[in-house]
């Protein structure tokens, strides 16, 4: 059996299926709530998309360098893994709270600090991931 | 309450499954099958993907090899790429208020949130990253030999009438003997008796192995296996009272306990210790997994046995036994189906299930997850809907 080589993760195209949802049921029913929060709301999405930038940078250099190090590369990609998981989610109660949900207000008030968790563990990640890549040699 | 039997009568699944038993858990008994979009439908959701990309992730945490890892947590991410894009194409859906584009959305979202068969073979030929779930139509097979412990000294056969018996049998055969022909003669060393129980341990070494999606793995298995007797069955059936496995399989381990509340649980041997074992059992993977690979949660097991030779061990298996299959146990309903427990599979157990599940009582967690949730009413719907009687 062979190894199906993994898609490239496409994360944007989530992010815009996401606002693109939201941009539908914003016309309806949450409009006020989200226009509220719409700095913080973009504010999360770009996080997310960031996020998951490094996330996969990460990846795609941990193939390139894990021999070199390989505990240093396995803490990092272990990271990455963790990092995006965390992006995913927060887009995902994003979704769900541009859709019109009764406790929008309240998922949108905990964005801000899920935006800012998302961020200090992308920068904590991406510090590592140049800390490595400094010590990597050329392959 | 009316019966929304009809609409449930087809093999649904999610399609109707979901819409209806969220509806369900969302407003009680009210029966709901317009495809709404509820607060709760959509928490249910965001609840269900959240859980499988968590689990995808982990999955990844105890791969040892470097590449495999990555290429696991890329397969995640891929995962939840297409999760999160299911859910806002749902979530669309829902805004535009078409029953059909619901449904469409929930289908697909539904075939993510199927576990995956997409297996990273590591260098020995061993699957180390794909989620694997036994289907009706696949495969386990055991080898497992069981070596008596308990407090009975197991006796040779014991000969009742000129026919064989296992000694923890033997008080049956007693009776039955008794009642047809008025005498019983027991020819056998030691003493037997009625309500008799013996255990079982594995012989260390005893072996499982596993088939899924054509690819085999091979694990270790051990543990112990009781057996009891009782004074009035004259049917030649005997309880399974007690069983615990641990089964360790390509670097998971997953403990396998009975379930003592299945009506149906049985060991049935003929005069010559020939038979088969059937029981109903449960899953907990408890170590972490490097393999995450997994037992269902909950199966039928239906297995040979046979006594040896010396009649001190009882053998297990030869080739595959389905495990969790719906044919496995023919005579006899799933006792997830069987809600009530009345060896019979109709109305009365969908609208026994769905009043458990509106209390959220534990019965209701017919997934054993710890939660009366969606997921059990997608399983017990999965269950109802083949077993039940047109």
Known sequence: ?139 | MNSPRSFLRPRAGFRHGLRVSLAFLAAGAALSVSGCCSDSDKKSLQEMIDRANDRNFKACDTIPDPTLRAACITNAQNQQTALVTAYANYLSACATGSSQRIKEALDALKELLKPLNRPVIGALGMVVNSEMVLGKDESVCFSIELRSEGSIVPQDYVIVNDRKYLPEAAGNAALAADQDKGLAVATAPGDFQANGRVTYAVVPGSTMCLTASGMTLTGTVEGSLSISSTAVDTSGAYAPTDARLVINLGGSTYAMTLDTSCMHNAMTLDADGRGTLAMRVHFVSTGSAALPARLPEGAWMVLPVERNASATQLRIGNGGSLLSGLSVFPTLPNPIADFDRDGLVDDADLDSFLRALADKLPAADVNRDGVADSLDYEMFLDRWSNWSQP
């Not at chain 1, 993760?9 to 509220?36: D, H, K, W």
């Not at chain 1, 709270?97 to 990640?125: N, P």
């Open chain 1, 1 to 139: 059996m062979s190894v199906r080589k993994p898609r490239r993760f496409l994360l944007p195209g989530v992010i815009v299926v996401a606002l693109a949802a939201g941009a539908m049921v914003l016309a309806s029913c949450t409009a006020g709530v989200t226009q509220r929060h719409l700095a913080a709301d973009q504010a999360g999405m770009v996080e997310a998309g960031r996020a998951m930038e490094t996330a996969e940078m990460t990846i795609r250099m941990h193939e390139r360098f894990h021999r070199q190090d390989p505990a240093a590369w396995e803490d990092l990609v272990t990271k990455a893994g963790r990092l995006s998981q965390s992006a995913g989610r927060l887009v995902l109660q994003r979704a769900t709270a541009v859709s019109g949900v009764s406790d929008s207000e309240a998922i949108f008030a905990r964005v801000e600090a899920d935006t800012a968790a998302l961020k200090t563990q992308r920068e904590s990640l991406a510090t590592d991931l140049a800390r490595a890549l400094s010590r990597a040699l050329p392959e």
